[in-house]
């Protein structure tokens, strides 16, 4: 079987031929197959060992017994374990055919020179310390993803929220725009006059676009890399529109657990500066059907470690984010944009019956209803002014409860 091993070189595959293999067996194959000594290693279940620093990496403890089988910690074929070591080592790059361009005898286009300067580099450290989620935002996402639409097909987001002083993001609300997904592919229908009531809600409410939010499918989970060549495509494309260096991409997936079930598995990441970079320069091919899903073909040779190729493992490109949660300023108790069945006044008048004995600020604190009342009001100066009630907690003016309540009535009894 095939055991994945992440460390901060990236993502790596390790052989494993003996049956019910202990986790010092694993330890032994490391070593031989990727060069990393027995006593530099630690390993775990956990990807939070790659963001424990010092004397905090020794509190992972899950694989320290080297009897231990790794049936016992529920790894088999294909699943990631966790590494951390210390030192430097030598790390096996792809096999490729050096290109000859510039050899003697040989002119050396301007293209030539440009491609041989570009090293493909891991980047160390995110600029976003970390990534919180708002509880009930991110648990609406992955419960319809889940119940919904059983992780058979892709379901994305563009995440709302704030970025501290030092670096650290909070999701706060999750837009889901018009979208189509399929089992391994997920498109997104912009729609620029709802992407503009978005903002102006964003705005009132003291928020800004922070990132992107995708799934995948229980097919996609039986696949050999972290994101797929069009998801990095994809959520690079998003990342360069933002111009925020603080900008965060969010995995929903499921993994399996101890007991042989399933639980829906966060994680976040930094597309590396590189990365962003290189797909404004129009560096990546878009689609090649021959080509591995963890790889991403350059349109010019790049350097990797030392040697020249096209070909580049999409893990080079992803800088692993901390993930928190915490209780955000909004309810989430309205229906949802752009699902099924369509959000209409009816919902509205639902949910302000149910909500008749809360304050009016309190009964419309929810972004997706005042993304429905948006489509009634100006969006340059209604939309952010209601949007700014509900962040400072004030009392609605009247002649906006008016309309709200008068919107609800029209839906009928």
């Known amino acids: 079987m095939l055991i994945r091993v992440r460390s901060r070189d990236g993502l790596e595959r390790v052989k494993v031929d003996k049956p019910n293999p202990t986790a010092g067996d694993l330890k032994s194959l490391i070593q031989s197959q990727l060069h990393v000594p027995i ?21 992972f403890k899950d694989m320290e017994d080297p009897n231990m089988l790794l049936s016992s910690l529920g790894i088999g074929h294909g699943h990631i374990i966790f590494l951390s070591y210390e030192g430097e080592r030598s790390i096996a790059g792809p ?27 891991r980047q160390d450290k995110p600029h976003c310390g970390s990534a919180s989620f708002d509880r009930d935002a ?27 002083e030092g670096g650290d993001v909070a999701v706060d609300f999750i837009y889901e725009p018009p979208q189509q997904g399929t089992e391994d592919s997920l498109l997104l229908f912009r729609d620029p006059e709802e992407e503009k009531q978005v903002e102006a809600i964003a705005i009132g409410l003291g928020m800004r676009r922070v990132g992107f939010i995708l799934t995948q499918t229980i097919t996609q989970g039986k696949k050999d890399y972290t994101l797929s060549n069009a998801e990095i495509r994809q959520a690079a494309e998003l990342h360069a529109e933002s111009e925020l260096k603080e900008w965060v991409t969010a995995l929903v997936k499921l993994e399996v657990n101890d007991e042989g079930g399933a639980d829906v598995h966060f994680e976040a990441f930094q597309l590396s500066d590189q990365c962003v970079k290189l797909f404004k320069e129009g560096w990546f091919v878009d689609n090649c059907t021959d080509l591995d899903l963890k790889i991403t073909r350059m349109k010019k040779d ?7 190729t096209r070909d580049v493992d999409n893990d080079f490109f992803l800088v692993l984010v901390k ?7 909004l309810s989430l108790t309205f229906p949802i944009e752009n699902r099924d069945p369509p959000v ?22 929810d972004f997706h209803l005042l993304l429905l009342l948006a489509k009634y009001l100006d969006v340059n100066t209604d939309v952010p002014q209601l949007a700014a009630c509900v962040q400072a907690k004030a009392s609605i003016p009247e002649g906006y409860q008016i309309i709200i309540d008068s919107l609800a009535s029209s839906s009928g009894n």
């Open 344 to 365: 209409t006044l009816r919902a509205l008048k639902n949910h302000l019956d149910k909500t008749k004995n809360f304050s009016y600020v309190k009964r419309i604190s």
């Open 302 to 308: 790049v350097v990797i470690l030392g040697k020249d």
């Open 323 to 329: 993930i928190l949660d915490h209780q955000g300023p």
């Open 138 to 164: 991110a648990n609406a996402f992955q419960q319809y993803v889940n119940e919904n639409l059983a992780f058979a097909i892709k379901r994305g987001g563009l995440m709302y929220g704030t970025v501290n």
């Open 39 to 59: 006593s530099s290693q630690i390993l775990s279940t956990s990807q939070n060992l790659l963001l424990a620093k010092g004397s905090n990496i020794q509190q």
């Open 95 to 121: 096999q490729i055919t050096v290109n000859p361009s510039g050899s003697f005898g040989k002119k050396m286009t301007m293209d030539d020179l440009i491609s041989r300067q570009v090293r493909i580099e």
